[in-house]
């Protein structure tokens, strides 16, 4: 059973919105830094964006950058990204990760400890 639950994944229409959401059920919660990670048909996992532990601080790759906002809720265990935008390049299972790692803004998967199984987003043109 997995101790993080994303949720949110749709069918979008080029240029359109999505949010997704992350439910934590991994320790206490505000203990761990968050992201998000994708993944595309036949491509690697590849970083999305980051947050701190107390959500002061964000984190975005480039390709995503003034688009996504990630966000998170420590008392609800939840977090976010909203997604603006969207482009068919963005269609991918997108997954939520978490970590105590200093390396949280690093962008490297090895540095996220615990995993959700995914959630599809796919953006058409």
């Known amino acids: 059973q997995s101790q993080l639950v994303e949720s949110g994944g749709d069918v979008v229409q080029a240029g359109g919105s999505l949010r997704l959401s992350c439910a934590s059920s991994v320790g206490t919660f505000i203990n761990y830094a968050m992201a998000w990670f994708r993944q595309a048909p036949g491509k690697g996992r590849e970083y999305v964006a980051a947050?701190?532990?107390?959500?002061?601080?964000?984190d975005y790759a480039d390709s995503v950058k003034g688009r996504f906002t990630i966000s998170r809720d420590n008392a609800k265990k939840m977090m976010y990204l909203q997604m603006n935008s969207l482009k068919s390049e963005d269609t991918a299972v997108y997954y939520c990760?978490?970590?105590?790692?200093?390396?949280?803004?690093?962008?490297?998967?090895?540095?996220?400890?615990?995993w959700g199984q995914g959630t599809q987003v796919t953006v058409s043109s």
């Open positions: 947050i701190s532990w107390s959500g002061t601080n964000a």
């Open positions: 990760a978490a970590t105590r790692s200093s390396g949280w803004n690093s962008g490297l998967e090895s540095n996220y400890y615990y």
